[in-house]
């Protein structure tokens, strides 16, 4: 008969826990209420998601709000972006940090006016633009962009990042062991020497050495959907294995990881009880008009934490009807609005949450009826 597990001490964990200070901090921030609001206050840390939609649906500037909202409030940690594409634009990133830098409360934003302090405007508490774009080039320097071509890149990338994660609690215990034990030693000369280079050199390697919070890897499907068409079960295979060793990574290291993923059409059933309608359970979104679907199946779906979907709807009644109206005049000139829906939460209770945002031409993210 196999003993019992002995319990654990409230002390032991209590001591755990003080000896890992690192801990979730707040969910990254999109920048945008709406958006926030589905999301409950952003994109979780320690977990994967998913965030799937067509081309040009706000994947990309979503994720670079998240971004810069992480290098804002982690001032010590920095972001890996992995990019399968080959159209990550640092002049895009900036220009969304110096947004985000700009909406800080500040001294400066409140004036007194007697008793009474005024809240100054956005545009005049902002500063220049040009000590925004000095602060936002600044954090930069915490952005590690790799550019790859494949899978087997993408899995090479997150094995560099494990490898630098790894590298920095190191440093950091190793830090904290100095602290704790500071016991000097009697020796000559060179021995003094040597050892005081060597502290230069280990204080040097921790500064530079930051610890990597949020991985965006845009876009994953992008690498892995060209191996599905030769075999698909090889690439499932392959997904799998790396999907959970970046799962593990991300949830031991209180990681933001986003995944951005493709979109798919659905196709007309051939069930004649349906007609030419889809079936039901194909259509992922509430939207009953979003023709669409995250890509990768269903196996990609079981590995993450979160599903999160984007699609677009008409934005008035006038543009529901050129939208979906007979006349195909007018089909293309109709105006939308991006959407934002949670479609799977696997620790939380946001599944079913929607947000619907606008996307303005300096990339700042606006939730529709904000600026009503």
Not at 131 to 146: G, I, P, W
């Given at each position: 008969?196999?003993?019992?597990?002995?319990?654990?001490?409230?002390?032991?964990?209590?001591s755990?826990?003080?000896?890992?200070?690192?801990?979730?901090p707040?969910?990254?921030?999109?920048?945008?209420?709406?958006l926030?609001?589905?999301?409950?206050?952003?994109?979780?840390?320690g977990?994967?998601?998913?965030?799937?939609?067509?081309s040009?649906m706000?994947k990309t500037?979503?994720?670079?709000?998240?971004?810069?909202?992480?290098?804002?409030?982690?001032?010590?940690?920095?972001v890996?972006?992995?990019?399968?594409t080959?159209?990550?634009?640092?002049?895009?990133?900036?220009n969304?940090?110096?947004?985000?830098?700009?909406?800080l409360?500040?001294?400066?934003s409140?004036?007194?006016?007697?008793?009474?302090?005024?809240?100054?405007?956005a545009?005049?508490?902002?500063?220049?633009s040009?000590?925004l774009q000095?602060?936002?080039?600044?954090?930069?320097?915490?952005?590690?962009?790799m550019r790859?071509?494949?899978?087997?890149g993408?899995v090479?990338?997150?094995?560099?990042?494990?490898?630098?994660?790894?590298?920095y609690?190191r440093?950091?215990?190793?830090?904290?062991?100095?602290?704790?034990?500071?016991?000097?030693?009697?020796?000559?000369?060179d021995?003094?020497?040597?050892?005081?280079?060597?502290?230069?050199?280990?204080?040097?390697?921790?500064?530079?050495l930051?610890?990597?919070?949020m991985?965006i890897?845009?876009?994953?499907?992008?690498?892995?959907s060209?191996?599905?068409?030769?075999?698909?079960?090889?690439?499932?295979?392959?997904?799998?294995?790396?999907l959970?060793?970046l799962?593990?990574l991300?949830?031991?290291?209180?990681?933001c990881t986003l995944?951005?993923?493709?979109?798919?059409?659905?196709?007309?059933?051939t069930?004649?009880?349906?007609?030419?309608?889809?079936?039901?359970?194909?259509?992922?979104?509430?939207f009953s008009?979003t023709?669409?679907?995250?890509?990768?199946?269903?196996t990609?779906?079981?590995l993450?934490?979160?599903?999160?979907f984007l699609?677009?709807?008409?934005?008035t009644r006038?543009?529901?009807?050129?939208?979906?109206?007979?006349?195909?005049d007018a089909?293309?000139?109709?105006?939308?609005?991006?959407?934002l829906?949670?479609?799977?939460?696997r620790y939380g209770?946001?599944?079913?949450g929607?947000?619907?945002?606008?996307?303005?031409?300096?990339g700042?993210?606006?939730?529709?009826g904000?600026k009503?």
């Amino acid at each position: 008969m196999v003993d019992p597990a002995p319990p654990i001490l409230g002390l032991a964990l209590l001591s755990a826990t003080i000896s890992n200070p690192k801990t979730a901090p707040d969910p990254a921030s999109t920048g945008c209420i709406t958006l926030d609001k589905a999301l409950r206050g952003g994109f979780r840390y320690g977990e994967i998601t998913s965030m799937a939609g067509a081309s040009g649906m706000g994947k990309t500037l979503i994720a670079l709000h998240a971004a810069a909202s992480h290098l804002i409030s982690c001032t010590k940690s920095e972001v890996a972006i992995i990019d399968t594409t080959g159209t990550f634009s640092p002049l895009r990133l900036r220009n969304v940090i110096s947004h985000h830098i700009s909406q800080l409360p500040t001294s400066e934003s409140y004036r007194q006016s007697g008793y009474v302090y005024e809240k100054v405007p956005a545009n005049a508490k902002a500063g220049s633009s040009e000590s925004l774009q000095e602060k936002a080039t600044v954090m930069l320097d915490r952005v590690h962009v790799m550019r790859v071509f494949d899978f087997p890149g993408v899995v090479e990338a997150i094995g560099e990042v494990s490898e630098r994660c790894e590298e920095y609690d190191r440093l950091q215990n190793d830090g904290h062991r100095r602290e704790a034990v500071d016991k000097p030693e009697v020796g000559n000369s060179d021995d003094g020497e040597r050892g005081t280079v060597e502290s230069e050199i280990n204080a040097r390697e921790h500064s530079l050495l930051g610890d990597i919070g949020m991985i965006i890897i845009d876009n994953i499907s992008n690498v892995i959907s060209s191996m599905m068409s030769k075999n698909q079960t090889s690439a499932q295979a392959l997904l799998t294995t790396s999907l959970r060793s970046l799962h593990h990574l991300t949830t031991s290291h209180n990681i933001c990881t986003l995944l951005l993923n493709a979109a798919v059409s659905l196709t007309p059933s051939t069930n004649s009880t349906y007609g030419n309608s889809f079936r039901p359970s194909d259509n992922a979104s509430i939207f009953s008009s979003t023709n669409g679907r995250p890509a990768l199946g269903r196996t990609y779906a079981f590995l993450i934490d979160t599903s999160v979907f984007l699609s677009s709807i008409p934005k008035t009644r006038e543009d529901a009807e050129m939208a979906y109206g007979s006349s195909g005049d007018a089909a293309g000139r109709w105006k939308g609005v991006g959407i934002l829906e949670v479609l799977k939460d696997r620790y939380g209770d946001r599944e079913g949450g929607w947000g619907a945002f606008e996307m303005e031409p300096g990339g700042e993210l606006v939730g529709y009826g904000q600026k009503l």
